[in-house]
């Protein structure tokens, strides 16, 4: 049987990449091996014993390459434990309209999987750097200010309450 875990990941401007390598490294530390790769590299999970998913909310979506990872390895996802995290907030951590309007467009994403069934969904605060936007965002984005609310501290704690129920599901 499977030992390892794969934490496959899409990213527009790197900070899902990030707090994908964060997750992880966490994994790894409670002695889980782990496969990292971008969702849209991954071709087959037969070798895995648990996934997670992880990719930042775009335009009220999730990104569309753990969307394709999804649709493409829906039998093998059926069979699997899945823990999926999106990053969406990134003005104020405390704002919790923000937040909840990040968690709602997520919910929403997952209902339209209906056969999906994730052992544990989080969102994440994200960053934005409207130096990093390519054409056209760059110039809908008008004079934003920069910021990172990703809370690494969090991101750790999920990935250590995810290795204790990657056990219990292994
Ligand atoms: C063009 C653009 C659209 C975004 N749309 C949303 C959104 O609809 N909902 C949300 O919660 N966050 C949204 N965000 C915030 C991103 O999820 C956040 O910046 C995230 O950290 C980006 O991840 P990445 O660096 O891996 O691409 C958006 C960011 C950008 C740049």
Redesign the pocket.
């Known amino acids: 049987m499977s030992t390892r875990v794969l934490v496959a990941f ?8 990030e707090v994908a390598e964060a997750v992880a490294a966490a994994l790894r530390e409670s002695g889980v091996e782990v496969d990292l790769r971008l969702a849209r590299e991954v071709r087959v999970l037969a070798d895995y014993r648990a996934v997670i998913l992880g990719a ?6 999730l ?1 569309k390459d753990v969307l394709g990872l999804l649709s493409r390895h829906r039998k093998a996802l059926v069979q699997l434990p899945v823990a999926v995290f ?5 003005h104020d951590p405390h704002d919790e309209q ?1 937040w909840q ?2 968690r709602d ?1 997520l919910d929403k994403e997952l209902a339209k999987l209906p056969w999906f069934k994730p052992v544990a969904v989080e969102v994440f605060g ?3 750097d409207p130096a990093l ?1 390519r054409f056209p ?1 760059n110039k809908l ?1 008008g004079p934003a200010p920069a910021s990172d609310i ?1 809370d690494w501290d969090a991101i750790r704690a999920w990935a250590g309450d995810l290795s204790t129920l990657l056990a219990c599901s292994g």
């Open positions: 899409a990213t527009g401007y790197g900070s899902t990449q930042p909310l775009v335009m009220h979506h990104h999106a990053l969406g907030p990134v923000e309007d990040s467009q994200g960053r934005f936007l965002l984005a990703r």
